[in-house]
């Protein structure tokens, strides 16, 4: 009987605090003056495409927060679509064969409002052929997204906490910059760039002379890439390079980061950290070379044609080595 009675006691409690907690939330949000007909965030949106008659040789685009869409289509004319809240509007203007793309905010919202409306709100670019000049986009904290292996001279690509997805084929350059927003590259470059403060950096069957890869505390990724040589540098996260091939040298840098390589081949490898522990499985032979302080090492007895060199200052080192081929990674 006394169990029951507490186990009802505290049902009570529950509720009560329940109700105290949506008559509070109720009063502070009529006391900044929320708007309560404005509830339902599909009433506040309206759908807008603007249709393009003019060559497009570059694109330029600036875009707040929601999420931004750069895709092919099979319409006659390119068109920008947009799906924003009563405040919001975008611009579209060309210019010397330039799409100028810009949304901006028309009126002041309260922090409330920002939470409900702003993250459906999406402009979608359609064009009608893949070839471009530049490609240019900026965002404070919008999603990115580059579909379609898009082609052009160069692209860049920035965002303050958005995240990235790309498909691109770019004949010289891609820039590619995010704060907290993780980046997802895939395609084709002469060389490829990206930095990341706390996002991750994940490089899919690219193909690539150089790519340049930072971050200070995300993961980095590489896998099924073929690459000519790359640089890969991280402070505290992790660093995976899977089943990658790089013709010429695979430079490796962290601090605290781990780093792990799984069937990866090139002329060289050349690994340093400081904490970090560094494993290998692989199923060839490498002339390897390693030096630690205070880490322990465990590496195959081999005599191959190319170096693998790491150094560590604490930091475990164990390359395995195993026949086949992981599909895994």
């Given at each position: 009987?006394?169990?029951?009675k507490?186990t009802?006691i505290?049902?009570?409690?529950?509720l009560?605090l329940?109700?105290?907690?949506?008559?509070?939330?109720?009063?502070?949000?009529?006391t900044?003056?929320?708007?309560?007909?404005?509830f339902h965030?599909d009433?506040r949106?309206?759908?807008?495409?603007?249709?393009?008659?003019q060559?497009?040789?570059?694109l330029?685009v600036f875009?707040?927060?929601?999420s931004?869409y750069i895709?092919l289509?099979?319409?006659?004319?390119?068109?920008?679509?947009?799906?924003?809240?009563?405040s919001s509007?975008?611009?579209?203007?060309i210019?010397?064969?330039?799409?100028i793309?810009r949304s901006e905010?028309?009126?002041e919202?309260?922090?409330?409002?920002?939470?409900?409306?702003?993250?459906?709100?999406?402009?979608t670019?359609?064009?009608?052929?893949k070839?471009?000049?530049?490609?240019?986009v900026?965002?404070?904290?919008?999603d990115?997204f580059?579909q379609?292996?898009?082609q052009?001279?160069d692209a860049n690509?920035?965002t303050?906490?958005?995240?990235?997805l790309c498909d691109l084929?770019?004949?010289?350059?891609?820039n590619?910059?995010s704060?907290?927003?993780?980046?997802?590259?895939?395609?084709?470059?002469?060389?490829?760039?990206?930095?990341s403060?706390?996002?991750t950096i994940d490089c899919?069957a690219c193909e690539?002379?150089?790519?340049?890869?930072?971050?200070?505390?995300g993961e980095c990724?590489v896998r099924?890439?073929?690459?000519?040589q790359?640089?890969?540098?991280?402070?505290?996260?992790?660093v995976f390079?899977?089943?990658?091939?790089?013709?010429?040298t695979l430079?490796?840098?962290?601090?605290s980061?781990?780093?792990m390589?799984t069937?990866?081949t090139?002329?060289a490898?050349k690994?340093?950290t400081?904490?970090g522990?560094v494993?290998?499985?692989t199923n060839?032979?490498?002339k390897?070379a390693?030096?630690?302080d205070?880490?322990?090492v465990l590496?195959?007895?081999?005599?191959g044609?190319?170096a693998?060199i790491?150094?560590?200052?604490s930091g475990d080192?164990?390359f395995l080595k195993q026949?086949?081929?992981?599909e895994?990674g």
């Open positions: 009987m006394k169990a029951k507490s009802k505290w049902l009570i409690a529950a009560v329940i109700l105290l907690g949506t008559v509070i939330g109720t009063v502070c949000l009529k900044v003056g929320y708007d309560w007909t404005a965030p009433d949106f309206t759908q807008e495409t603007q249709q393009i008659h060559s497009i040789q570059d330029d875009i707040q927060s929601g931004l895709k289509t099979a319409d006659e004319n390119p068109s920008v679509t947009s799906k924003l809240n009563g509007k975008v611009s579209v203007d210019e010397d064969q330039k799409l793309v905010s028309t009126e919202m309260e922090w409330y409002e920002r939470i409900w409306y702003t993250q459906d709100e999406t402009i670019i359609n064009l009608t052929r070839e471009y000049r530049e490609i240019t900026h965002s404070q904290s919008a990115i580059v379609d292996q898009l052009c001279l690509i920035e303050n906490s958005g995240d990235v084929k770019v004949q010289q350059t891609l590619c910059k704060d907290s927003g993780d980046a997802e590259i895939t395609g084709t470059f002469n060389n490829l760039s990206v930095v403060a706390s996002g899919n690539a002379a150089a790519i340049s890869l930072l971050t200070a505390s990724t099924r890439c073929t690459l000519d790359a640089v890969l540098i991280s402070n505290s996260g992790n390079l899977m089943n990658t091939s790089l013709a010429d430079r490796v840098s962290t601090h980061g781990d780093v390589l069937y990866c090139a002329n490898i690994i340093g400081t904490s522990n494993l290998g499985v060839l032979d490498w390897y390693v030096h630690t205070s880490g322990s590496v195959p007895t081999s005599a044609e190319h693998c790491v150094r560590t200052t080192v164990e026949k086949g081929v992981s895994n």
